[in-house]
């Protein structure tokens, strides 16, 4: 390896079955891994062989201590590249959510959506 690459991130979401759900079938991800995780929590990996999501949710609402894994939703967005910008925001807009925030600009075209435990996405194609 000659560049340090970004291997995942971790999310708290409310419930992680249906965020791996809902992420593989906008992005043609898989499920990498799922088990157990802290906490009596539970985690999905998904994404692709080399990158991934980890997904993590916990029936505990231990949100009170600051940087918690349990508290929901904490980062400002997560980033996909995708091939076909205008195929994955229709699929989007079907599975319910509200593109919003399109640009056209240097390096690529972009829109935003927000899930259900308010956690941004940004997805972005350079082709």
Sequence with gaps: ?????LEHVN????DSKRA??????????KVRWSGPAIDDGYTYHVGTDD?????Y???HKTDEKPGGYAMVGRLNH???????LDKIEKRVAAAGYKPFNHGDY????RFYFMDE???EYEVVSYA
Excluded: H
Aim: proline share 5%.
């Design 1 to 5: 390896m000659t560049k340090p690459i």
């Design 11 to 14: 999310l708290t979401v409310s």
């Design 20 to 29: 791996a759900e809902t992420m593989c079938a906008l992005f043609d991800w």
């Design 51 to 55: 990158q991934y999501v980890a997904l």
């Design 57 to 59: 949710s916990t029936s």
């Design 78 to 84: 997560v980033g996909v590249v995708v091939d076909d």
């Design 106 to 109: 240097e390096p690529g075209r």
């Design 117 to 119: 435990d308010n956690i």
